[in-house]
């Protein structure tokens, strides 16, 4: 089981060099709940430790909150343990490359609608009031009965895939007809 902090930077350091960079604290929770659930439906376990809360906006980790506040709205613009990635088992990372791979095309309001369905994680806890703890059975319960997230299969690529597909300052870009849902 690794650290949520661990979890947090690796969900920053995703969006830290895409211009369209949108990894605000409300989105890292959002993502941090979302990798929970799978974690627990897939694997029968948790991803990490710490409780989740039901909030006003959706689920909370409430020390990754606390963490990244001083963000405000803003984008998060850095990670706080550059060698997170070194914790990760190659389940857990495997996990968190489909997490992104299935929700990071979502916006964050689409996040927080998603999270607030009737029969939700969240929804249910929420009823208790805010700062509810979430429980890792309903998650459980509730991402086991949704269809299977995809698996993020990277294509094979050799170098004679990339000749003539060049950017204008040199570097390769991927084949037009490049798909990554194969």
Not at 42 to 66: M, N
Not at 109 to 134: C, D, F, N, Y
């Amino acid at each position: 089981m690794c650290k949520v902090h661990y979890v947090a930077d690796f969900f920053i350091d995703s969006a830290l060099n895409d211009p369209e960079n949108n990894m605000t604290n409300m989105r890292i929770n959002k993502l941090l709940y979302f990798a929970q659930g799978w974690s627990l439906a897939r694997y029968g376990k948790p991803l990490f430790t710490d409780e989740i809360e039901a909030w006003d906006y959706g689920p909370v980790v409430p020390p990754i909150y606390h963490r990244l506040k001083t963000s405000g709205r803003d984008k998060i613009k850095g990670v706080m343990d550059e060698d997170y990635a070194s914790h990760f088992t190659k389940q857990e990372s495997r996990l968190l490359i489909d997490i992104l791979h299935a929700y990071d095309r979502y916006s964050t309001a689409g996040l927080v609608e998603m999270t607030h369905q009737p029969g939700t994680p969240w929804s249910l806890a929420k009823r208790e009031g805010r700062g509810a703890i979430i429980s890792k059975d309903s998650m459980k319960a509730y991402f086991s009965k949704l269809p299977s997230m995809p698996t993020f299969k990277m294509p094979d690529f050799h170098e004679a895939d990339f000749i003539g597909h060049r950017n204008a300052a040199g570097h390769y870009i991927l084949p037009e007809d490049w798909n990554d849902d194969e």
